[in-house]
């Protein structure tokens, strides 16, 4: 079956860049856009800070796609989440909101992307947010995305900052500014108590436009192109099978993960993979797929001895309820949570110039990051990744269908650098949390525990234990033509005329977070580009 209406620009998934580019796109009366997500419009749960605990397992709202086993990882398969709904895994995702280092978006711009460097993002940055925070003039005051301070308080977060600056680190009031460096009260993407996605900031307040298209519960199968150029796309819609042309361009916004999958299951990648498949060539560009990123996240857990301050005691039984009054007349408590109430951003070495890992500093321990069930004893839990990891794995279709998730292989902790960022880090949150600040709270660590001390023993206790932070970037990397990338600093195909690509898969390297907002920020500079070119 073919749609009728003639659209000027068809975006394929709706989530943090997506959802963000169709609602740009369409204040453009003059536009005709069509969003097509694959997943459903919303979840109930998804606007409570806490859905992040409830969705990372839920097929309702996620992709629940998992790595391939590998040596590096101990032959584990490990879960990679991704949302599918409105909002993507903006709808699902642990609510931290990092912008990056300025020298992150440096290095794009040094790497070839034109128009990508820090001082030419700042605004976009900007243009984006509605910071409820203090105003400094770096931080965005009327964008659509509302960003706030953590307003939870406990003495608990008052001793870890104060053990993070005894053993030599800082408090810093605004991570988000250009220095990145210390520790510092989380930043959300929440207002209010509830979460802010794309679909909630900047769908929404959309869809009342008569030239803005949704469709959800569409899944978009193949690409279709006429010589080496991109028509339309065709999917499926509850059985029903559609084909819609772009009149303009189609832009893919499927997400680290599903983008390479779309482009080679339309015959666009590397020519062994799709002959592996029975698939054509139509472009081959060997990129795709390749350059693959990720946080492989290292914790440790501790019991706490004051059982006040751990969500542990907390928030099980009945005190749960006590939770849920504290969440509805104050916004604060276990449901208004954040992954992780404070962050820090430090430096493993003296000569490193900014931070290279990232903490999440936790007051309460689960049992089974799987199961995300609370333990029954007061704990806390410090996790750690390296901000900008040097190995590469890759994500290649699997099958010629759609439904058969791609394998998903991290490569994980092959690079010394990595292995070197990633052993010390781990030493480092077990200095901060030793120091004295915490003595009145601290008991034992008890997972993985002091027997696991050398750098041998961390890193084989990373490869068997630790999951990733669901930050997969890169599978479809930004750059000049030729130099292992997928599309050009306009986002445009390499070779390929009428298709752009639009999320995280495009970043050449990692930036130095969580990658929601940069995700958005992208969604932001290809509604800039496209406009400026229609
Ligand atoms: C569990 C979890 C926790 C996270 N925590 C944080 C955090 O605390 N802070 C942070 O900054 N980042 C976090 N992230 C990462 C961040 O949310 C992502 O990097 C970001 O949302 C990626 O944006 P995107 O636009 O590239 O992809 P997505 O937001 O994943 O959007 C892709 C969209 O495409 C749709 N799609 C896929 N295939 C198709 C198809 N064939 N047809 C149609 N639609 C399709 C998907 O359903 C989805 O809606 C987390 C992610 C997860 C999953």
Redo the contacts with the bound molecule.
């Keep these: 079956m073919a749609d009728d209406v003639r659209y000027d620009y068809v975006v394929?998934?709706?989530?943090?860049?997506?959802?963000t580019l169709a609602a740009r796109l369409s204040e453009d009366a003059r536009l005709q856009v069509l969003l097509?997500?694959?997943?459903r419009a919303s979840h109930p749960v998804s606007r409570l800070p806490v859905s992040?605990g409830l969705?990372?397992h839920n097929a309702a709202a996620?992709?629940l796609y998992r790595s391939d086993p590998e040596k590096q990882t101990a032959m584990r398969e490990i879960p990679?989440?991704?949302?599918?709904?409105?909002?993507?895994?903006?709808?699902?995702?642990?609510?931290?909101?990092?912008r990056g280092q300025p020298q992150d978006y440096d290095t794009w711009a040094q790497m070839g992307c034109r128009g990508w460097n820090w001082e030419q993002l700042a605004p976009v940055f900007r243009r984006m947010e509605h910071y409820e925070g203090p105003q400094s003039g770096e931080r965005g005051e009327d964008g659509p995305l509302r960003v706030s301070e953590v307003p939870d308080r406990n003495p608990l977060y008052d001793a870890i900052k104060q053990a993070a600056v005894a053993a030599g680190y800082k408090i810093n009031p605004d991570y988000n500014s250009p220095d990145q460096d210390g520790i510092g009260t989380t930043q959300t993407?929440i207002s209010r108590g509830r979460r802010q996605s794309?679909h909630e900031a900047y769908l929404k307040p959309a869809m009342a436009r008569a030239n803005l298209h949704v469709v959800t519960e569409?899944?978009?199968?193949r690409l279709l192109l006429e010589g080496k150029r991109c028509l339309g796309v065709e999917?499926t819609r509850r059985g029903e099978r559609v084909q819609v042309r772009a009149g303009r361009e189609v832009v893919l916004?499927?997400?680290?993960?599903?983008?390479p999958?779309?482009l080679e299951l339309s015959g666009i990648g590397r020519p062994d993979v799709l002959a592996e498949h029975g698939i054509a060539v139509q472009h081959a560009l060997p990129a795709v797929g390749e350059n693959f990123r990720d946080h492989i996240n290292a914790r440790i857990q501790w019991r706490i001895t004051d059982r006040s301050v751990s969500y542990n005691h907390m928030a099980r039984g009945w005190r749960m309820g006590q939770e849920v009054l504290k969440y509805i007349t104050k916004g604060t408590g276990f449901l208004s949570l954040?992954?992780a109430p404070l962050v820090a951003f430090l430096k493993t070495r003296r000569d490193m110039e900014t931070p290279d890992v990232q903490m999440h500093l936790v007051p309460y321990a689960v049992k089974n990051p799987k199961l995300r069930q609370l333990h029954p004893f007061p704990a806390m839990t410090v996790s750690c990744y390296q901000l900008r990891p040097e190995s590469l794995g890759s994500i290649h279709i699997r099958s010629a269908d759609?439904r058969v998730q791609p394998a998903i292989r991290f490569n994980f902790l092959a690079d010394r650098i990595d292995q070197m960022a990633m052993s010390e880090g781990f030493r480092m949150m077990r200095r901060i949390v030793e120091a004295q600040p915490l003595d009145a709270f601290r008991g034992d660590e008890y997972s993985p525990g002091k027997g696991v001390s050398t750098e041998a023993e961390i890193l084989d206790y990373i490869r068997a234990n630790s999951e990733t932070?669901?930050?997969?970037?890169g599978t479809c990397r930004m750059g000049p033509e030729g130099a292992n990338t997928v599309v050009d600093e306009q986002l445009r195909v390499h070779g390929l005329a009428g298709l752009r690509v639009a999320?995280?898969?495009i970043f050449p390297t990692m930036p130095s977070?969580?990658?929601?907002?940069?995700?958005?920020m992208?969604?932001e500079k290809a509604a800039e580009l496209l406009r400026s070119a229609a």
């Design positions: 394929v998934g709706g989530g943090s860049a997506g959802a097509l997500e694959a997943g992040f969705l990372i996620n992709w990679v989440p991704r949302g599918k709904l409105l909002g993507g895994s903006s709808a699902i995702n642990g609510l931290v909101y990092v993407t794309t569409a899944q978009t199968e999917y916004c499927a997400g680290g993960v599903a983008s999958q779309l954040p992954s759609v932070a669901y930050h997969p970037i999320d995280a898969s977070g969580n990658t929601n907002a940069p995700s958005i992208v969604g």
